[in-house]
């Protein structure tokens, strides 16, 4: 953890917007190098779309970053920056303030022998020039992509740099108060230290995309993880001093009661973060060391994904696709907590969205939130379950209905019953493959007759992560992941096996962004037989494989043959053990 460097012009505001001349400007370099052609050029500039040149230009594939960012290397006589092979230095970063980057397009690399090398989107002249006036120093420029750039910025300014002051000040003002005072300070004072540390850590938290933050006490410190790509990861190290102090201020933004510190208790907070709306589930519980938190979070900004992002492969996605049109039945998503299930349910939700049909949903929380479908929020203190707002929306006259989740026997039951008499309904299940949830069905105590009238698809899931594109290098498998790819019809990838090595972009890690694997169990008669009759767990699978069920573990593994992924990650992430 670093310290917050100073700056030459500390945090001085700069202003040098892209206008008019610099978009004039690089449309006549591109037209010179034969990049773009001058109809190409006219047909951007008419966009209504606003944002650079550049972006109009990317954004519509004209030309990609990469080549962008050479062919203004080339004119400019300037090198091109690989953040593969780069690392800032701290020296370097402390030149600059995050927003003082941000408005330059430009993040400092190194400094050597008085010249600072920076990283630009545009090595223009007048933006050097710009750039030698905030650093009063000269500057070595070298081009990089906009994707890169944010990426690289993300990853030097973290929010959590500046904690070890605010950790100081904690310690500096509240040695010798109590924690009442403690708490008095942390609800009144929005500058408190304390307030600081759980907006830093939260912040960062949405800028390293972590889907969950855990504040953990143990022993005489406090750890703050991060659950990034589906994997936790370690943030931070805080003295255990603070650490009531942290479990009062989220419970007084989520509306909790914080003088109770025995019984679990459930929040929401809702924020603004980076201009971006945030809605946080927070879940505190005791445990040896005092009081545990972690908070889910919900980005709302987030872009939905379509049914051909999600991972499937395209004769699963058509088959998919074409299921979830029926008139009348039910779609199921099963899989663990945080295996994408929502995901893949508000991807169906997009396709099926139309002026012509009633969509309705139940859910707990409603993630997104959509203009043209009616979305019911469970509220149980207000007496709105799902299975009493599955009733309501029954007499919404609705043609699809989504279930965010079936937790219980009422529930389950009114789905199938919807599901018989006219709706389509799509919802959500805990089980481990597509054939275990319907015997989640049976053992919630819903007929076989009903299940097998009612359900027309399963849809298992995991979520595994990608190697990072930016740091592949070759390597070679384990005896046992060799054999684990073997023993599913693995082969060897066309450009060999690789893997990511850790770079800037990924944390190191390895692996950046995810992607779905599916098991998709269609309820043929044959299965409808099998299920009425009870038939046993293996029966049934050995029928759906003999009718063409891929398993979660053969998709993954086909995954890995096309370079996608690593088998270390699928034995990671995918239960493979009695399959």
């Given at each position: 953890?670093?310290?917050?460097?100073?700056?030459?012009?500390?945090?001085?505001?700069?202003?040098?917007?892209?206008?008019?001349?610099?978009?004039?400007?690089?449309?006549?370099?591109?037209?010179?190098?034969?990049?773009?052609?001058?109809?190409?050029?006219?047909?951007?500039?008419?966009?209504?779309?606003?944002?650079?040149l550049a972006a109009r230009l990317t954004a519509t594939g004209v030309i990609t970053e990469d080549a962008l960012a050479r062919t203004l290397a080339d004119h400019h006589q300037v090198g091109v920056a690989d953040f593969r092979s780069l690392t800032p230095d701290a020296e370097a970063i402390a030149l600059l303030t995050r927003d003082q980057a941000i408005t330059l397009d430009a993040l400092p690399i190194t400094t050597a022998d008085g010249t600072v090398t920076v990283a630009v989107l545009d090595p223009a002249p007048e933006r050097v020039q710009a750039l030698v006036a905030v650093l009063e120093q000269p500057v070595r420029p070298l081009v990089t992509t906009r994707r890169d750039l944010d990426r690289a910025i993300a990853s030097a300014y973290p929010a959590t740099r500046e904690v070890v002051g605010h950790i100081q000040?904690?310690?500096?003002?509240?040695?010798?108060?109590?924690?009442?005072?403690?708490?008095?300070?942390?609800?009144?004072?929005?500058?408190?230290?304390?307030?600081?540390?759980?907006?830093?850590?939260?912040?960062?938290?949405?800028?390293?995309?972590?889907?969950?933050?855990?504040?953990?006490?143990?022993?005489?410190?406090?750890?703050?993880?991060?659950?990034?790509?589906?994997?936790?990861?370690?943030?931070?190290?805080?003295?255990?001093?603070?650490?009531?102090?942290?479990?009062?201020?989220?419970?007084?933004?989520?509306?909790?009661?914080?003088?109770?510190?025995?019984?679990?208790?459930?929040?929401?907070?809702?924020?603004?973060?980076?201009?971006?709306?945030?809605?946080?589930?927070?879940?505190?519980?005791?445990?040896?060391?005092?009081?545990?938190?972690?908070?889910?979070?919900?980005d709302k900004s987030r872009p939905l994904f379509r049914l051909e992002q999600l991972g499937m492969p395209a004769d699963t996605a058509a088959r998919y696709s074409q299921l979830i049109r029926s008139p009348f039945g039910m779609v199921i998503c099963a899989g663990p907590t945080g295996g994408g299930k929502t995901t893949t349910l508000y991807a169906s939700l997009g396709e099926l969205n139309t002026p012509e049909k009633n969509l309705m949903t139940i859910e707990d929380p409603v993630e997104y939130t959509f203009d043209s479908i009616n979305q019911i929020q469970i509220n149980e203190q207000a007496g709105i379950t799902f299975a009493g707002g599955l009733k309501s929306i029954l007499r919404q006259d609705p043609?699809?209905?989504?279930?965010?989740?079936?937790?219980?026997?009422?529930?389950?039951?009114?789905?199938?019953?919807?599901?018989?008499?006219?709706?389509?309904?799509?919802?959500?299940?805990?089980?481990?493959?597509?054939?275990s949830a319907l015997y989640r069905l049976l053992d919630m105590g819903i007929e076989a007759f009903l299940i097998a009238s009612s359900v027309t698809a399963v849809v298992a899931q995991r979520l595994v992560r990608r190697s990072c594109t930016s740091c592949l290098a070759p390597y070679q498998p384990s005896p046992e992941e060799l054999a684990f790819l073997r023993s599913f019809g693995g082969t060897e990838p066309m450009g060999g096996w690789q893997h990511g090595t850790g770079c800037h972009f990924c944390a190191h890690t390895g692996y950046l962004e995810r992607i779905g694997v599916y098991e998709m169990l269609v309820v043929t008669d044959e299965v409808r037989e099998l299920i009425v009759d009870r038939a046993p767990h293996d029966q049934m699978r050995k029928l759906a494989r003999s009718q063409g069920m891929r398993t979660l573990q053969e998709q993954a593994v086909r995954l890995v043959g096309d370079g996608v992924t690593t088998a270390a990650e699928v034995m990671r992430a995918i239960y493979v053990a009695g399959v």
């Open positions: 953890m670093r310290l917050k460097g100073k700056h030459s012009k500390a945090d001085a505001p700069v202003a040098v917007a892209r206008n008019d001349e610099d978009d004039e400007r690089l449309g006549r370099i591109l037209v010179g190098a034969g990049r773009l052609q001058p109809y190409q050029l006219d047909a951007a500039r008419g966009l209504a779309d606003g944002g650079s000040a904690f310690e500096a003002r509240d040695v010798l108060r109590r924690e009442a005072e403690q708490l008095d300070s942390v609800s009144v004072n929005e500058e408190a230290p304390v307030v600081q540390v759980v907006q830093k850590v939260i912040t960062q938290a949405l800028r390293d995309r972590a889907s969950d933050v855990h504040i953990e006490p143990s022993g005489d410190r406090v750890r703050i993880r991060y659950r990034i790509d589906g994997a936790l990861t370690d943030v931070l190290d805080l003295p255990g001093s603070i650490g009531p102090a942290l479990v009062s201020r989220v419970k007084i933004l989520g509306g909790m009661n914080i003088v109770e510190r025995r019984r679990p208790q459930d929040g929401q907070i809702t924020m603004e973060v980076d201009g971006r709306e945030v809605d946080i589930r927070v879940s505190t519980t005791a445990v040896v060391g005092g009081e545990k938190v972690v908070m889910r979070l919900l043609d699809v209905i989504l279930v965010g989740e079936i937790r219980d026997v009422d529930t389950a039951r009114i789905a199938v019953q919807s599901a018989l008499t006219g709706h389509f309904v799509l919802s959500s299940l805990h089980a481990t493959e597509a054939v």
